[in-house]
């Protein structure tokens, strides 16, 4: 097999897909590179055809980083670095908004590697935007004004008490991840910790208030940035198929899954890679 990976751009800022490598086995530290390098460029990367288990997932998150055990979502049975994305008539989703997975704790995630499992015969696509790519799109005097702020991040934002009370030992789960992640602040502009890039950082999901500005100050730039950065420029679509493979920069982007499928069931394995404390440097 060739050492080399294609990378195939899919928008001129966000998006590849990249063929020639087999997730199925273990890359080599070549292959890993092209990988790694290519997701940091791209800012979300797709893989057909990509047939692996719990474990290989877990496996391959593991060389980018630790892993995050999420507070509440459901894992692979054995394998609880792996979160199961089921969603149905009896769970909805409650990803269908513009997010970045679990801005919510000290060091938010550095990446995710999400694999498609069950797929409704249409819909279900998962989009995303490059935080990148809408700083970059702001005018000199209004990306001075945003440099410094910070911004409260909030788990009860996402995770909203009504839809955790089908059971008590659920309810129980949700009162504990609440006690254990207070809302806490993080920069709205951050500084990428290997490209040195900026990037808008305040999302949809969990972004409740920029703290340094008044209340209406605040919903004015909140309102304004959730439309920016979700600007169609800024956006790559990816039409799913059995098997596929999405591996992003949680520190860059941004992402929505589309909710359009329903009463048909889709079911997708994530592997969250925890990444390091948000700043932004000049």
Request: proline content about 7%; hydrophobic content about 35%.
């Amino acid at each position: 097999m060739s050492e080399r990976l294609t990378v195939t751009p899919l928008g001129p800022y966000i998006g590849a897909e990249i063929s020639g490598v087999d997730l199925t086995r273990p890359l080599n530290d070549n292959q890993f590179e092209q990988l790694y390098h290519a997701m940091l460029r791209h800012q979300v990367i797709f893989l057909r055809n990509q047939v692996i288990t719990p474990e290989l997932q877990r496996d391959l998150a593991l060389r980018f980083g630790d892993l995050h055990i999420h507070p509440v979502y459901p894992h692979a049975p054995g394998v609880e670095e792996i979160i199961v994305l089921d969603t149905h008539d009896n769970n909805p989703p409650d990803n269908d908004n513009w997010h970045t997975d679990v801005t919510f704790i000290e060091t938010p995630p550095a990446g995710a590697i999400l694999a498609s499992k069950e797929l409704p015969s249409t819909g279900g696509d998962t989009l995303w935007t490059s935080g990148i790519a809408a700083w970059e799109a702001l005018s000199e005097p209004f990306r001075k004004l945003l440099s410094g702020l910070q911004a409260e991040h909030d788990f009860k934002k996402s995770f909203q008490e009504y839809k955790y009370r089908k059971t008590e030992e659920e309810h129980q789960r949700w009162l504990e991840a609440v006690a254990k992640h207070p809302p806490l602040l993080h920069p709205v502009v951050r500084t990428h910790p290997v490209t040195g890039k900026q990037a808008l950082f305040v999302n949809e999901g969990f972004t409740t208030r920029i703290v340094d500005v008044s209340e209406k100050e605040s919903e004015a730039l909140l309102n304004f940035l959730f439309a920016h950065v979700t600007k169609p420029e800024f956006q790559v679509r990816w039409r799913w198929q059995p098997n596929d493979v999405a591996i992003w920069d949680n520190r860059v982007t941004q992402h929505y899954a589309n909710a359009d499928y329903l009463p048909q069931r889709r079911i997708m394995h994530r592997a969250t890679i925890l990444g390091d404390k948000p700043f932004y440097r000049a």
